[in-house]
């Protein structure tokens, strides 16, 4: 049998495209976190998904947001909250807190580049950030033990949601 | 006497973290301390036996913005250990790859970072509630940078191609060419933005600064040069440690740079490279300076927003000068036998000179690193401006004053995350 030749195949279009970006520093202790979820979440989310590892710059996040219809970001931020603890909003639909996200070049990161997107009118229609309070940016730590134990736990809501 | 005090606990639109204190007493200004909280040197001690094809790699990870000059001072320092020269099409690709990163940095702290404190703004945010095109033009601009680092440095966080000895694989000229097409639409942006940015009400600050930066009989510094300044010093890399040493300062846990025969301050970045090389600018990037006001020479650093603007005239024009030049190597490589010695190299990262010196075991087994980046050389230079210009503005309210100061700062694009990290801004007024 011939195999197909794909080239000739002719598919819809996807209905809607979404990115899953995982942002931080891998040498920046928890700021890791959004990186690492990132690294395991390949091969496990369906194959028109674009997965992206960012390290925060809002510019180049900007660029991934801008061509979705749908957007997951995973990022570590220090809120006042309890390490390893996870949250879940859509941006989309309220303006990001004002949690220290990890640490981003010239303090110009993921809030920085969700507002604006959405002054630009670039924001994609659903935008879900999983920030996880993270302990500790220190640089050359490892994660901190809450934020290992939280990994699963987000790469489960991540993967349920890209199929979705 | 006459005493107050301004504090400001985060100087935003600076890469890194630390503090300023600015201590005002009898309505002069006393001292301007730049402190820095981050363990400067972990990466050196991270570097020590690691082999020496990890460096550029593990140097990229340093600066989120500026992973190409990292890599660039740390391969150069190698092949100068090992003795290896790197020509032709490998060593334009590497000037192609720093166009790149000039032009994505520049970008970034034209548009996003320093054009909100001469419109009067408080971030890249409020200004584009109401300049939302100029922001644009900004993006634009800055993509054409990421395409052509992503055409030949590997579409990660930060490049991934390059190797000592040159690239691990050499980018098709087509999709070069096709970057070109972006670059000339960058290039005219680059134009405006001078243009632009040259309207901008600038203090009259200027100071007889010591210019040091990379020099090159034919072209404007990026990898290779010696390193010259206004005084005379005129030396290669090699005999960098003779001339300049950092310093520990008891308010920072950063290195502060300074000369050794006069303990003097000095400059290095844009306002360096411009004033000690503008003979070596593109005919467009001259025209550019011209129209834009420039001389050939500028020591006011409010201005260096007009200077990375031609810079940036510069990087799109050399890129696309590169790419119609350009012929894919059959070796994207020279072969590299590692042995024993001290390799040094400069390179001209977006903010200035960075200077790198590696100990090398026979094996290649780094023995010893030392990374001198631009914003410890300038650290010392910041201050002094402050101490300078900020007695002008003493009768300000406090909150303008202290967006004077982190103006200030910000003149130097300081990635206080090479030199070490992030902005707690203290004005002490007694």
Redesign the interface.
Known sequence: MRALDRGSVSVQPPMHRTVVIGIG???RGDDAFGRIVAARLRGRIPEHVSLF????????L??RLGDADAAILIDAAISGGEPGQIRRFDAACEPLSAAKFG??????GLA?AI??AR??GKLPGRCIVYAVEARSFE??APLSPELARAVDEVLAWVIAEANE | MARKTIKVDNLARVEGEGALTVVIRDNRVRSAELRIFEPPRFFEAFLRGRAYSEAPDITARICGICPVAYQMSSVHAMEDAFGITVGGQVRALRRLLYCGEWIESHALHVYMLHAPDFLGYEGALEMAKDHGDVVKRGLALKKAGNDLMGVIGGREIHPINVRVGGFYKAPLKRDLIEVAEALKRARDIAVETAHWVAQFDFPDCTRNYELVSLHHTDEYPFNEGRIVSNRGIDITAHEYDQHFEEQHVPHSTALQSRKRDDGGTYLVGPLARYGLNFERLSPLAKDTAQSAGLGHVCMNPYQSIIVRAVELVYACDEAIRIIDEYERPDQPNVAVVPRAGTGYAATEAPRGLLYHRYHLAHDGTILHAQIVPPTSQNQATIEEDLTTFINAWLDLADTALRHRCEQTVRNYDPCLSCATHFLDLRVDRG
């Open positions: 520093n891998l040498d590892e960012e390290d925060g710059e809002a510019t180049a900007l660029d640490m981003s070049t010239h303090g110009f920085e507002e604006l002054i630009l640089l050359g």
